[in-house]
């Protein structure tokens, strides 16, 4: 089976969104699922992710879905992405709470994320 056979539809034929899902924990980070990916905690807040090969045009962050053992822990937060680095094939995360203050998931809280890239040098279907 192909790394890349179940691509999804979209306007960009050669989009692809991945699907990266991390629990927090006090600083540290435990990825559960993101193949090629590494999660990286920078901060209060702040997570890196890091790709081990390039992955193409960013196009951006189009899901991110909280969940928790108690889900009003987590009510309210937001994941945003910042700039995506092509050259260290890095992409900031911050995470707030309900307050917009950043904050750090705990073991019981975990957040999926869905970045999308246009891939290169791939025929479209």
């Known amino acids: ?9 979209s306007t960009e034929p050669t989009e692809v969104q991945q ?8 600083a540290l980070v435990s990825k559960l699922l993101g193949r090629g990916i590494t999660v990286v905690y920078v901060g209060t807040g702040l997570i890196n992710l890091v790709w ?3 992955q193409g045009t960013y ?5 991110h879905t909280f969940d928790a053992t108690a889900p009003a822990g987590v009510a309210g937060y937001s994941a945003v992405a910042g700039d995506y680095n092509a050259a ?8 707030f709470s309900g307050g917009n203050a950043l904050i750090d998931l705990t073991a019981t809280q975990r957040l999926t994320i ?12």
Request: aromatic share 12%; charged share 15%; no cysteine.
């Open 1 to 9: 089976m192909s790394y890349y056979s179940n691509r999804v539809q």
């Open 88 to 95: 260290t094939r890095t992409l900031p995360i911050n995470i």
């Open 114 to 125: 869905r970045p999308s890239f246009k891939l290169y040098n791939v025929n479209a279907p």
């Open 52 to 54: 081990a090969d390039p």
């Open 19 to 26: 699907v990266v899902r991390f629990a927090g924990g006090t």
């Open 59 to 63: 196009i951006g962050l189009v899901g």
